[in-house]
């Protein structure tokens, strides 16, 4: 059937299914079709047809749409990660071996009811961050034909923009998933290493590779992301988000920011332009911004490509190197080869700068008090000339701001923050230590229609932020009303629990409230009432869910753990009182709240 285009975006196409106004085999029978009018955008390595989509597609027809949570979605994968039966070739011909099995993530996603569509142009051996380093042809910018499409994720990100999937599969070791987001207008999300499974994808550096997404909105990328974070005993560098420490934020975020003197934009006025707006644009909804010395991550960039991390990339490959050195990309092949002359010396030396790294952008990181940090994703962009003319220059300054993220273990999102006047995409990235990839991504949700209107090139709406489906169920958020309030006897009971301030709020016009006869602290009871009732002022706190039980234990009777009504509808859990706890307390409900008690309480003799 003939169609325009097809709004891809997760929950559009879910309900076009549900409503059975389009059916899986109509959507990829048109996708295949629409990309042969890309084909000298050199998106596609191999474009699956439809005797290798036949499988999948019968499958899914003896299903329900509701049956699985990616049902009928096509997605796009990077040609380094595996697809059973499909050749895959790192952009070497040389290398290319058919796949016996799939990726871990890819697995996940098939069982999930998703629709592999192809294996995508990438940079040599996902070395570069350019998007010109293939084969198989420069793969072109989504917006401008002659302009970088940035790598070396490079086919996954222009399928995507231009429409081809839903979502699409990268890798990010350097920037990988990030830098092609920016140029082509999307979110790129660069989990936190060791959250997806690197199994079945060729690597890069090993220990600092993993495997990211590419999605028109921050709510897409969150779906995909419960789906495929999941641990991997195959893969001896997966994690458990579960041992991980959650983030514990500011309900407004506290944003770091480069000071000025480390910002570099290699002179593009229009790239310092769109990124100083943001900040404008920032401050103007509320947000504090703070400028930290940023020296030391710029620093630490330098060691992935100047240091013995290179010896990683030569490892990989060492035995296919060494006998087909001639046939591989010769920017490539001359960043790989660099690795013979380090020595083992060389890598224990590249391991305590990491060590001396990490320790003091953490100290500066406590000392700033920010939840995240914000950079522009990448100093500028280049065109595909000026890559020729200058390609391991130019492609060194595209990494500034991305090389240094999984070094220094941090998730990350890049976001699209407007159009230079070039019309050419910009954006900003936005990182934090280690599993805080949810809470990135409700902060990318609740900024991204500020600053576009549109994802891709193809002019799909940004949806409206929305809080559902970002929840963190490490952290618990707790209501307090009286000793436990930020300054009273007990609130040391939360922060040595890594409890953080969430908001201070009110409870629904919905409760009684009472100084109990408890001693030797003072403590309020908290009452729901059947009808009437009033507000009480409460603090929100973020709780480690780990620590919730032993935070219980200290609670004494009549008072407990419940479900507290805030005034906006929401509930949360918080300290309860049973009925009995009551007779013969000094009902202070008048007084809106436990401080307010406190400040006018007469002094006991």
């Not at 003091?360 to 950079?375: N, R, Y």
């Not at 954006?427 to 229609?449: E, I, M, N, R, Y």
Request: charged share 20%.
């Amino acid at each position: 059937m003939k169609m325009s285009e097809i709004d891809l975006r997760l929950d559009a196409l879910k309900n076009a299914y549900q409503e059975k106004t389009l059916t899986p085999r109509e959507v990829v029978s048109h996708l295949l079709e629409k990309a042969t009018a890309y084909k000298e955008h050199n998106i596609f390595i191999t474009l699956l047809d439809e005797s290798d989509l036949e499988p999948y597609l019968s499958k899914l027809e003896q299903s329900d749409p509701q049956s699985l949570p990616m049902w009928g979605v096509p997605f796009v994968i990077k040609d380094n990660i595996d697809l059973a039966g499909i050749p895959t070739t790192a952009a070497c011909r040389e290398y290319t071996y058919k796949a016996q099995q799939s990726a871990k993530v890819v697995e996940l996603l098939i069982d999930a009811g998703a629709i592999p569509i192809g294996k995508a142009n990438m940079d040599q051996f996902a070395t570069g961050l350019v998007g010109t380093r293939s084969p198989y042809g420069v793969c072109h910018n989504a917006f401008d034909f002659e302009m970088i499409s940035g790598g070396s994720s490079s086919g996954s990100a222009v399928a995507l923009a231009l429409n081809l999937c839903s979502f699409s599969l990268g890798t990010d070791t350097a920037g990988s998933g990030r830098v092609p987001a920016a140029f082509n207008n999307l979110v790129g999300l660069k989990p936190t290493k060791g959250l997806l499974s690197s199994s079945g994808l060729i690597p890069a550096v090993r220990s600092q590779d993993v495997i990211s997404v590419f999605a028109l909105n921050a709510q897409d990328a969150a779906q995909v992301f419960d789906v495929v974070a999941q641990f991997d005993e195959a893969d001896e560098f997966s994690r458990e988000l579960s041992d991980l420490t959650p983030p514990v934020w500011n309900k407004q975020p506290v944003i770091g920011i480069p000071d000025a003197a480390s910002l570099v934009f290699d002179g593009d006025k229009q790239a310092q332009a769109n990124f100083e707006q943001t900040v404008a644009t920032l401050r103007s909804e509320g947000f504090q911004l703070v400028e930290v010395p940023f020296a030391d991550w710029l620093d630490t960039a330098k060691l992935l490509y100047g240091g013995a991390w290179v010896a990683e990339r030569y490892v990989a490959i060492e035995d296919f190197i060494e006998q087909h050195e001639a046939d591989m990309d010769p920017t490539v092949a001359t960043i790989i080869a660099g690795a013979r002359s380090l020595s083992a010396a060389d890598a224990y030396k590249g391991s305590y700068k990491l060590q001396q790294a990490q320790r003091k952008t953490a100290l500066l990181w406590k000392a700033s008090g920010i939840d995240c940090m914000m950079t522009p994703t990448t100093p500028t962009i280049y065109s595909i000339k000026q890559l020729e003319e200058q390609p391991i220059e130019h492609n060194s300054m595209l990494g500034t701001y991305t090389n240094f993220m999984n070094l220094l273990d941090y998730a990350a999102v890049a976001m699209p923050t407007g159009f230079r006047d070039d019309q050419l995409p910009c954006g900003v990235t936005l990182f934090a230590p280690a599993g805080s990839d949810k809470a990135l991504l409700q902060l990318t949700d609740a900024l991204h229609g500020k600053f576009v209107s549109t994802s891709g090139a193809k002019g799909l709406p940004v949806p409206a932020p929305n809080s559902d489906g970002f929840a963190d169920g490490r952290v618990i958020p707790l209501a307090v009303v009286g000793a436990h309030l930020s300054g009273f006897p007990l609130n040391q009971q939360l922060i040595e629990r890594g409890a953080t301030l969430l908001e201070e709020t009110k409870t629904a016009p919905k409760y009684r409230f009472y100084e109990l006869n408890e001693r030797p602290i003072l403590k309020p009871g908290l009452v729901k009432q059947p009808e009437g009732g009033e507000s009480v002022a409460l603090e929100v706190w973020a709780m480690p869910k780990e620590h919730l039980g032993s935070f219980l234990a200290l609670i004494p009777s009549p008072l407990g753990l419940g479900k507290v009504e805030l005034i906006d509808g929401r509930e949360v859990v918080g300290f309860i009182c049973e009925p009995y706890g009551i007779e013969g307390a000094r009902e202070i409900t008048e007084t809106g709240g436990w401080r307010n008690w406190m400040a006018q309480r007469p002094q006991e003799s």
